[in-house]
Each structure stands twice: as structure tokens, then as C-alpha cells.
């Protein structure tokens, strides 16, 4: 059974940073492309980011795009997602998410099947 676990959310000031991780178990890991997407309150989800299978190629929304990294672990079955800069806009619960048949860049507008349960992310002004 796959399980998405996701860590690292919390509460930051304008201009902070983060780092969120996902722990996958129950896959072989480096069969998924990953990703990371977000809903805000009163809005739909989005996608925040994604990560090739061998962590060689990314994909960012534009509006994280020089301020967002992805990044993987294949021995660690870990996703990450350091969030740097971060805005009030930011907030918002963010989703781990996995997919075997995407690739990085069609994962943003498909979605894998596998979500982790979400860490909240809330920036003050």
C-alpha cells in the first residue's frame, strides 16, 4: 500500500523559509515521478512543483519559479520542497503527490494517483 507522508510545515514571517518533506513507503520510489501541489483556502489546488524519476529534471509553477526548489533522495524515498522567500500567498496546505505513468511535466496538469494527507504552510504578514 502506498503511503505519502508529508513533514515541515509551520508558521513563518514574510521573507522565511522552509523545508517540507514527503517519505513514500509501500513503492519502489524511483519508479514515481513526484510533485508538490497546494490549496489555499476558498481556492482549488494547484501545482506548486515536480521532479523526474532520477531527480535530473524539475518543473515549477511560474509563481514559485527562483524562489522554490524541488529535489529527491532514491536511497531515502524522500521528496523535498524548499520554499525560500516566502510570501503571504504562500499559505496554503501543501500535497505530496505521485505518479508512475507521468512525466515531470505532464504531472502538473495530471496528477499521479497517490496524495499524502498535506502540512500546513502559513506565512504572516
Known amino acids: 500500500q502506498v503511503q505519502l507522508v508529508e513533514s515541515g510545515g509551520g508558521l513563518v514571517q514574510t521573507g522565511g523559509s522552509l523545508r517540507l518533506s514527503c517519505a513514500a513507503s509501500g513503492v519502489i520510489f524511483n519508479y514515481y515521478v513526484m510533485g508538490w501541489f497546494r490549496q489555499a483556502p476558498g481556492k482549488e489546488r494547484e501545482f506548486v512543483a515536480s521532479?523526474?524519476?532520477?531527480?535530473?529534471?524539475?518543473y515549477y509553477a511560474d509563481f514559485v519559479r527562483g524562489r522554490f526548489a524541488i529535489s529527491r533522495d532514491n536511497a531515502k524515498n524522500t521528496v523535498y520542497l524548499q520554499a525560500n522567500n516566502l510570501k503571504p500567498e504562500d499559505t496554503a496546505v501543501y500535497y505530496c503527490?505521485?505518479?508512475?505513468?507521468?512525466?515531470?511535466?505532464?504531472?502538473?496538469?495530471?496528477?499521479?494517483?497517490?496524495w499524502g494527507q498535506g502540512t500546513q504552510v502559513t506565512v504572516s504578514s
Open positions: 521532479i523526474s524519476r532520477n531527480g535530473v529534471e524539475t
Open positions: 503527490n505521485a505518479g508512475a505513468r507521468s512525466n515531470f511535466q505532464t504531472l502538473a496538469e495530471v496528477p499521479g494517483g497517490y
